[in-house]
């Protein structure tokens, strides 16, 4: 089956695209790095052509929500267009665990973005992953000042780009009843001791704080593990101290 990956360069999309390949199918990677905007539209048309599915792992820059949002307007928009037009006949879109639950960050653009897809005309499957392993490396570098990392005290139950990389090929590729599928890996952990884990792996004598932040609804959810996965969840390892073990969470990895 020929399946167009929106993201196909990214964190997760970069891993949708190897498995699907594996699998025997043809993943057509799409990002303005291979040429296709799906803000703008430009080069989606052809990106399209005999395509049945496309698996949406596209996200802009900014984790800010007016900013993501915009994005996602726009991208969702286009693909449904286009996507319509190509014959294209199922769409299956990465979300977050909770987002119905959350209202003042980029979770909340990525709820709107779901009922954008579910508003068109392709039939859609929707798949709420928790936080990725390999996106704790980034949180670390953005929130750094010296020689101390400020990460949120939130609750996550992280999984690996690469499991959610597989169960969304599954739900692209098999009979699947449910709308909505939600993955994530096989513990709960708060995000500072995620990065203090990766800290000590990677001998960074930096301090990780965790940060608080009692006046944001969306903060307190996470921190008292209120967006944690369903009791219905895939679950798929490795913990993120298995995962630090692997090549995989060495950046040269490609991981
Ligand atoms: N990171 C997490 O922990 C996490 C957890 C749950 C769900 N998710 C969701 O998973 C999805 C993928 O996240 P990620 O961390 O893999 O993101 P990422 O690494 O930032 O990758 C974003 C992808 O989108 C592409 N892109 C950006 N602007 C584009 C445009 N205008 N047109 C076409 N492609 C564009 C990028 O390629 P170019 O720059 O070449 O265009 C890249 O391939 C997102 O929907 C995110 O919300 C992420």
């Not at 360069?9 to 291979?34: F, Q």
């Not at 037009?85 to 639950?101: F, H, P, T, Y």
């Not at 039939?123 to 980034?138: A, G, K, M, T, Y």
Request: proline content about 7%.
């Amino acid at each position: 089956m020929r399946i167009a990956v929106a993201g196909g360069t990214g964190r997760l999309g970069r891993h949708v695209v190897d498995v699907l390949n594996k699998m025997g199918h043809e993943a057509v990677p799409m990002s303005r790095a291979t040429g296709v905007d799906v803000v703008t539209g430009e080069g989606l048309a052809p990106a399209l052509t005999g395509v049945e599915c496309i698996i949406d792992a596209a996200t802009g820059p900014s984790p800010d929500k007016q900013q993501a949002a915009a994005f996602f307007t726009a991208a969702v928009s286009n693909m449904l267009r286009a996507g319509e037009q190509a014959g294209v006949r199922l769409a299956v879109v990465v979300s977050i665990v909770g987002v119905d639950k959350l209202t003042t960050s980029y979770g909340a653009a990525k709820r709107d973005q779901e009922q954008a897809w579910l508003a068109g005309p392709i039939p859609v499957r929707i798949l709420r992953s928790d936080l990725f392993h390999e996106f704790v490396e980034p949180m670390m570098q953005w929130s750094r000042q010296d020689d101390v990392i400020y990460l949120p005290a939130a609750r996550r139950q992280p999984v690996a780009a690469r499991a959610v990389a597989e169960t969304l090929a599954d739900l692209a590729t098999t009979d699947e009843t449910r709308s909505m599928v939600e993955v994530a890996g096989p513990r709960v952990e708060t995000v500072a001791d995620l990065g203090a884990m990766l800290a000590a792996r990677n001998g960074d004598p930096a301090k990780v704080e965790p940060l608080s932040d009692p006046g944001d609804p969306d903060s307190v959810l996470y921190e008292s593990g209120q967006v944690l996965p369903g009791p219905d969840a895939v679950i798929a390892g490795p913990t993120f101290a298995e995962w630090l073990e692997t090549d995989a969470s060495r950046p040269a990895a490609g991981g």
